[in-house]
């Protein structure tokens, strides 16, 4: 071949690259095109049950991670409550200003740039949810009409609550939210009647017993705190060293240990004063009566068939239903026994992780074990305090220094903030 049929050749082949080359960077951009708006268009839709420690954190990872994702978060109220500080917050009600432990929910998520799109807060209670269609029902707490979310998947992390927090046979003290609008009313309402008694019983010594007989004991140095504790120590489960700290503080600030004491009823008299019957047949009577002794699911618009036998939701370790591939639950909600904030973190991601696989088909799924050591710190009073940190016990300065200065609530939002 000629140095000329050679350039021809080459001439050619590029006459039909050039329009080729047009033709595939044009179909490129397209496609390119397609995926972001793909990306932006949610196609699938996650209700999420209960806007907490739990719910929060999964809603922001979702709007993060999970770009095709619609997000829709369900809460009873419209504001996140650090109820962490509650045994602060009901015994000394200008110690915390209002802003560090209560945050409207919804700005919270309109730092993400899909927000507008694919974020929509639902104010609400979820009443039902319908496995078949996978519908979720939820009722406005004040107007009581109703709204039906359609899922694709539903995240439930509605909780836990106590006896006190929702005043059954105990004075009504908000350790949590009550699945109300009224949080502020009722913690008033609270602070009021602890601070006109003289007499306090406090029944049940875990953690939050302990932290408000504490809380309540240095706060009205005059008012007598008993604490009854139905085994031969308070913090039953605790190691012996904190069990044994916890009890030299409290008798310290003035409180009464009385052991061996179930709680079988409690109630009002016609006076206005508490009786509390005891299981071994004594009946003990104050100016105001606290129940701290247990949890209790949030799991009254749960079907049956996702709760095990304690009625708390039964996961696997992706927290996916045992019952439902479609049902997620994280936080307190679960069977996972230690019903901690603390825990929280490391549930959220592996929930993430597995959501996300589950919706884009793309990423490692994460797994869950539940063995961690316990951490707790238990402020008793501002200044000193007990807790487990592993097998380490903290001196009383290290627990004021970091939780019992403020509960945690100078960190305040860092904790939801995503
Ligand atoms: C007094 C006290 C002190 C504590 N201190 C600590 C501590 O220092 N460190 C620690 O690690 N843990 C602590 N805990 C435990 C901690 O509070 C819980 O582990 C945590 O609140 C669990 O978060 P969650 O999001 O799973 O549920 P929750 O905080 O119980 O929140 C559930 C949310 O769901 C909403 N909800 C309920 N039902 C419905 C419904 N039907 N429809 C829609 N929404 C619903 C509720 O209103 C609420 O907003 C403390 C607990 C108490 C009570
Ligand atoms: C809550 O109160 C009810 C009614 O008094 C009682 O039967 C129940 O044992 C209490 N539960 C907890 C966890 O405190």
């Given amino acids: 071949?000629?140095?000329?049929?050679?350039?021809?050749?080459?001439?050619?082949?590029?006459?039909?690259?050039?329009?080729?080359?047009?033709?595939?960077s044009w179909r490129q951009r397209r496609l390119n095109i397609e995926a972001a708006e793909m990306a932006q268009t949610p196609t699938k839709t996650v209700v999420i049950i209960g806007a907490s420690w739990a719910g929060i954190p999964v809603?922001?990872?979702?709007?993060?991670?999970?770009?095709?994702?619609?997000?829709?978060?369900?809460?009873?109220?419209?504001?996140?409550?650090?109820?962490?500080?509650s045994p602060r917050l009901s015994t000394k009600p200008n110690?915390?200003?209002?802003?560090?432990?209560?945050?409207?929910?919804?700005?919270?998520?309109d730092k993400h740039a899909n927000a507008k799109k694919n974020?929509?807060?639902?104010?609400?209670?979820?009443?039902?949810?319908?496995?078949?269609?996978?519908?979720?029902?939820?009722?406005?707490?004040?107007?009581g009409s109703t709204k039906t979310l359609a899922y694709d998947y539903v995240v439930i992390a509605s909780g836990s609550t106590s006896n006190a927090t929702t005043g059954t046979?105990?004075?009504?003290?908000?350790?949590?939210?009550?699945?109300?609008?009224?949080?502020?009313?009722?913690?008033?309402?609270?602070?009021e009647a602890i601070k006109s008694a003289k007499s306090i019983i406090v029944g049940g010594a875990g953690a939050v017993g302990v932290e408000f007989a504490g809380e309540a004991a240095e706060a009205y140095p005059s008012t007598q705190v008993t604490l009854l504790t139905n085994s031969d120590n308070v913090l039953t489960g605790l190691r012996e060293p904190t069990r044994q700290k916890a009890a030299k503080l409290l008798k310290q600030k003035g409180v009464k240990i009385l052991t061996d004491k179930t709680v079988t009823s409690a109630s009002r008299d016609a006076a206005g004063?508490?009786?509390?019957?005891?299981?071994?047949?004594?009946?003990?009577?104050?100016?105001?009566?606290?129940?701290?002794?247990?949890?209790?699911?949030?799991?009254?618009?749960?079907?049956?068939?996702?709760?095990?036998?304690?009625?708390?939701?039964?996961?696997?370790?992706?927290?996916?239903?045992?019952?439902?591939?479609?049902?997620?639950?994280?936080?307190?909600?679960?069977?996972?026994?230690?019903?901690?904030?603390s825990r929280i973190s490391g549930q959220v991601s592996v929930l993430l992780s597995n959501l996300k696989a589950d919706i884009t088909g793309k990423g490692k799924r994460g797994t869950y074990k539940d063995d961690s050591s316990l951490i707790v710190v238990m402020p008793i009073g501002k200044s000193t305090g007990t807790g487990q940190l592993g097998s380490f016990t903290p001196p009383g300065f290290m627990v004021s220094f970091i939780k019992g200065k403020d509960y945690f609530t100078g960190s305040g939002k860092k904790f939801i903030a995503g």
């Fill in 1 to 24: 071949m000629t140095e000329l049929t050679n350039q021809r050749v080459y001439l050619s082949a590029s006459l039909v690259a050039i329009p080729l080359f047009v033709l595939w």
């Fill in 273 to 341: 004063k508490w009786n509390v019957v005891t299981a071994d047949g004594q009946t003990l009577t104050a100016d105001i009566y606290v129940s701290t002794t247990g949890v209790l699911p949030n799991n009254e618009f749960i079907p049956a068939s996702l709760l095990n036998k304690d009625g708390w939701v039964e996961v696997d370790s992706h927290f996916v239903s045992k019952a439902d591939p479609s049902v997620y639950a994280v936080g307190d909600i679960t069977q996972y026994s230690a019903r901690l904030v």
């Fill in 119 to 143: 974020f929509e807060f639902v104010l609400g209670k979820a009443t039902s949810i319908d496995l078949q269609s996978k519908n979720v029902i939820v009722q406005d707490v004040n107007s």
């Fill in 95 to 109: 110690d915390i200003p209002r802003e560090k432990y209560i945050y409207p929910i919804a700005p919270l998520f």
């Fill in 59 to 85: 809603a922001h990872g979702l709007l993060k991670d999970v770009p095709n994702a619609k997000v829709v978060l369900v809460n009873p109220s419209e504001d996140f409550y650090f109820n962490i500080a």
């Fill in 169 to 191: 046979d105990s004075l009504q003290v908000p350790f949590k939210e009550s699945g109300t609008t009224k949080l502020e009313a009722e913690l008033k309402a609270a602070q």
